[in-house]
Every structure is written in structure tokens, then in C-alpha cells.
């Protein structure tokens, strides 16, 4: 299993570097590195963590991402069953704060851009005109090469630092407390969750994957996601019925007794306090957009 805490993919004698991603599905591993990222999925379905932010992914997601933030789009868990009609496919943007040197981002005229960084910190998830606009820059700098690329690198992040089509990812309250050690760890926890999660998880069998104690688990679970393993679950389950009521179609009882809840109380009950409306509401409003 990869660690998390990996060395930079920038090599020294580039300031940056652009990757179409063509896979099976997407690095299944909960990981952080000291570069800023802007990634967006072209193809594929699933859930995306980024600090103690825990959403959906589908195409055109695009969010950016600051150094040391810890981050995961887990595609759903039909794309590792070996169907090759599946595929998980993406364009993915790595620099360094100082790619176009230190200097420059002390200046009066990158205030903007400073602000911007700062705001990565937590991730950011584009919108609207700014994300389609972006998409499209993305694309385009994947045939550039030399001081062309940087330029529209350059353009790519000027549009950034000028929208206000945004949302800020994880809350005010989260810290990357991870230590390498950690990583191997929470992985397992991770990948056991998200395999499992339609089933009845118990704390014991979790903590158990950490070697710890279910208490111990539980205070070192909420120390790195900011977040209590029921939230963590409930979040995870509310968003796969989320995808079962617009994507599959499902009824209400179907999505709650398929995402691993066992009472459609206790779904309807999750669900509003995760999306502000019931099941039926978010399905309905869906169909009118």
C-alpha cells in the first residue's frame, strides 16, 4: 500500500506538471503531498474525501487542493470489480507555491493569487462558469508545451483567483494531524468502510483494523477527520443513496435499506441533517433542474 506522505511527481527541471489519468479507477489510497493540485474528473462515479469534507464525485468535479491536505476520490465499488465498460478518467495539475519563483507572490500585484492559495488550504470545489471554463483550460494545456504551458497555467489560476464560484471544502475547525505512520492505518479503516459500508459495521471490528481499543479508536478517528466514525459512516451511506435516488432511480426504502440503514427513520432522519431535505425532497428537486 502506498503512503501517504509521497515525493514530489515534479521533477527539478520542470515548474509544473500536467496528466491526463486513464485508469481502472482512481489511486485508492487517502494520501497528501507538499503540492497545490487542481484536478477534474472527465469519467467516473464515487466519493470524494478532502480534510473532513466527505461528497460525491461524478464528471466535471474539479477542485482544488492545497499542499499537506489530505484527499481521496474513491470510485465506486463496481469500477474494482474488473468491468471493463469502466473506466475512471481525469486531468490532474501539479505546481509548488513558488513554481514561478518565491518573489513574485510577495508582490503587490499577486495579492489576488496569495488569497487564492491561502483558500486552497481547505480545498475548493469550482462552480458554474468559472468550473466549465476552467475544464476546458485543462484540456488545452495538455498540448503546450514550454513557456506556453506556464502561461496558461498562469491564466488557469488568474481566473481562479478572481471567482467567487466556490465552495470551501473542509470546515474551519480541521487540521492535517496525519503522521506518516498513520497512513498505512487509516487506509485499512478507509478501504473497509467503503467495501462494507451497505452492511452492519461495528466499532470493535473497525478499531480492530488499527489495533487499537474502540475508545482509543475512537478518539484517534476523531482527531484526523474531525469527524465521529458514526458521522463518518452515516455521511459515506447518505451519500451512495443520494446516487441510488437520481442515478439508479430508486424508491426512498429501496436507497435507505441498499445504503446500509436499517430504519427509514433513522435514513430520513440522516438524510435531512446532511442535505437540508428529505429523501423525496432531494429527489424532487432534482428533477427540476
Not at 461524478?58 to 491536505?69: I, K, S
Not at 508582490?107 to 462552480?127: D, V
Not at 496558461?152 to 496525519?178: A, C, F, P, R, V
Not at 467503503?194 to 489495533?211: G, N, S, T
Request: glycine share 6%.
Amino acid at each position: 500500500m502506498k503512503t501517504a506522505l509521497q515525493k514530489s511527481p515534479i521533477p527539478a527541471t520542470q515548474a509544473f506538471i500536467a496528466r491526463r489519468l486513464d485508469d481502472p479507477y482512481f489511486d485508492p489510497n487517502w494520501h497528501f503531498h507538499p503540492e497545490y493540485q487542481l484536478f477534474v474528473v472527465l469519467e467516473g462515479t464515487g466519493t470524494r474525501f478532502v480534510g473532513d469534507s466527505i461528497e460525491r464525485f461524478r464528471p466535471g468535479d474539479l477542485v482544488f487542493t492545497g499542499p499537506n491536505l489530505p484527499h481521496l476520490w474513491r470510485s465506486d465499488q463496481e469500477y474494482f470489480v474488473g468491468n471493463s465498460n469502466l473506466r475512471a478518467r481525469g486531468v490532474v495539475i501539479y505546481f509548488h507555491d513558488n513554481f514561478l519563483g518565491s518573489a513574485l507572490l510577495e508582490k503587490n500585484e499577486a495579492f489576488s493569487l496569495r488569497q487564492l492559495m491561502t483558500k486552497a488550504t481547505k480545498g475548493l470545489k469550482i462552480l458554474g462558469e468559472t468550473s466549465r471554463r476552467i475544464r476546458q483550460m485543462m484540456n488545452g494545456i495538455l498540448g503546450l508545451q514550454d513557456f506556453e504551458s506556464v502561461i496558461k497555467l498562469m491564466e488557469i489560476l488568474h481566473l481562479l483567483s478572481q471567482s467567487t464560484e466556490y465552495d470551501l471544502l473542509s470546515s474551519d475547525g480541521y487540521s492535517n494531524t496525519l503522521k506518516r505512520s498513520d497512513t498505512d492505518r487509516m487506509n485499512r479503516v478507509h478501504d473497509h468502510i467503503m467495501a462494507h459500508f451497505q452492511q452492519r459495521i461495528k466499532l470493535e471490528e473497525v478499531a480492530a483494523l488499527a489495533y487499537m481499543t474502540p475508545s482509543s479508536f475512537s478518539r484517534y478517528f476523531k482527531s484526523h477527520t474531525n469527524k465521529t466514525f458514526s458521522q463518518f459512516l452515516s455521511e459515506i451511506r447518505i451519500g451512495h443513496a443520494s446516487k441510488l435516488l437520481i442515478e439508479k432511480e430508486m424508491s426512498v426504502a429501496e436507497a435507505c435499506f441498499k445504503s446500509g440503514f436499517y430504519t427509514l427513520s433513522n435514513f430520513n432522519r440522516q438524510f435531512k441533517s446532511i442535505h437540508g431535505l428529505s429523501p423525496t425532497e432531494y429527489k424532487q428537486a432534482y428533477l427540476q433542474l
